[in-house]
Structures are given as C-alpha cells and as structure tokens.
C-alpha cells in the first residue's frame, strides 16, 4: 500500500532534517531509516529507498563544499572511483557474514572514534603547500575503498567514519575532511542506488518527495558547516556518535 499523502509530507520533512545532519557528520540514516520502516515500508524496501532518497542529499552537500572550494578536486579523482568501487565490494559480500555481526565492533570503534575526536586538538598546525590528501592519494584511496566496502555491507556511521579517518589518518581540518568525505559518500551511494533499483528495490514514489528533502537539507546542512567551521563539524560529529553508540547498543539488548 503506498503511503499517504500526509506520511509522504512527513518522510519529506525528515529526509530534510537528516539531510542537513548527514552534510554536517554524517548519520542522516539514523532518522530517515527508521522513518521509512515506521510508513510501513518492509525492510528490503526501506533500504533501497534509503539509498534512493540520501544519494541526493550527499549531492546537494557535495555541490555546496565544492562550491565553497574546500573539495580537494585531485584527492576525489582517486576516492570517487575507489568509493564506488568499494561499495559494490560491500554489497556482494552480504550474503556472507551476518551485518548483526558487526554491530559490537562498530560500536567499539565508534566509541574510539569520539574518543580520539574529542582529545584531537581544534585543528592541525598551519601547514603550507598541498593539503595533505593530495600528496598521498593512495591513502585517501585505501580509506575512500574500506569504507566504501563498509557503507555496501552495513552503512550506520559511514559519514562520521570517513570525516575521522580523512582527519586523523590524512591530516586534514575537520571541515576539509567533512568536503571530502561526502565525495567518497555520494560515490557509495551511487553504487548502491543503481545496485537496489536494479533489484527492484527502491519505491520511487516516496524516494522522490524524500529526494526533495534530502537535497534542501543537504544545501542547509553544508552551508552550516561552511560558515561555522571546525567547531561546529566536531560537536556534531560527536553528537552523531552518540546516537549511533545508543542505537546499535539497544540493537544488541535482548529482546
């Protein structure tokens, strides 16, 4: 049964909500997911159109930190390819391990990664020359691929993850890494947008009003962390982890 007019509406209004949010840390799936799920979509359903809606709102993102220049454009030479790449990978492994497998090891790491974040100092030294993803492209690469790997196999966190490995391990500013993670991240959705529609999975009818959303928020949301910067990246980013800590810990309660 299709949705009504009203549930449309508000799918709508929370695709808007996660796209902003999704621009900023990562995580807009943390919302939007359990949104489709609560209309009554199934779960194979869900996902795909998870997929559908969001590829748009990494777009809009994308388009507005690249508009910004603060997308490093020979860094995303190497991690687009290699996040579409990876995603494909994480996608036709899922049939081999249990994604509820993963759920206690992700939800260590996130704890490592709001640790490690919240102890990094506000921003690196000035440096001069190249940033740093651009003298080591197969860094940026191994990471855009990994991760990329992991958002086809499983997805919670995958934003917040990119943002943290692009800082930490790269050396870039949180709001660098944010620019270029959504690369990697409109990448992997791509891949799987055109991996669920083939499959038949995706429900364009409430994807495109979310698609709607998705975009504006992404728009919002990036320009939010244009302005603010560094400060404001951080405390959403950790804000974001929280949730995903609290959310795959009550997924592993017994029920």
């Given at each position: 049964m299709a949705p009504s007019p009203t549930t449309l509406a508000l799918l709508a209004?929370?695709?808007t909500l996660a796209g902003a949010v999704d621009a900023v840390a990562g995580g807009g799936g943390l919302l939007t997911l359990p949104a489709l799920l609560a209309a009554g979509l199934p779960p194979d359903l869900a996902l795909g159109t998870n997929k559908g809606q969001s590829v748009f709102g990494s777009g809009a993102a994308l388009l507005r930190y690249a508009r910004a220049g603060l997308v490093d454009g020979r860094m995303a030479r190497v991690t687009f390819p290699a996040g579409l790449a990876g995603s494909l990978a994480g996608a036709a492994l899922v049939g081999l391990v249990p994604?509820?497998?993963l759920r206690p090891v992700i939800l260590v790491l996130l704890v490592v990664v709001a640790a490690a974040l919240a102890l990094r100092p506000a921003a690196p030294a000035p440096r001069a020359g190249a940033r740093p993803g651009t003298s080591r492209p197969?860094?940026?690469?191994?990471i855009a691929l990994a991760i990329g790997a992991y958002d086809g196999f499983f997805g919670p966190g995958t934003g917040t993850f990119l943002v943290f490995a692009f800082a930490i391990f790269l050396g870039l500013r949180l709001q660098e890494a944010t620019a270029d993670a959504k690369v990697v991240n409109f990448a992997s959705n791509l891949a799987a947008v055109a991996l669920f529609?083939?499959?038949?999975?995706?429900v364009w009818a409430v994807a495109i009003p979310m698609a709607a959303?998705?975009?504006a928020g992404g728009l919002i949301g990036a320009q939010v962390a244009v302005r603010g910067g560094d400060r404001i990246v951080r405390w959403a980013v950790l804000a974001v982890v929280a949730a995903l800590v609290v959310k795959l810990g009550a997924d592993l309660l017994p029920r």
């Open positions: 209004g929370v695709a994604p509820a497998a197969g860094a940026a690469a191994a529609a083939s499959l038949g999975r995706v959303g998705q975009f």
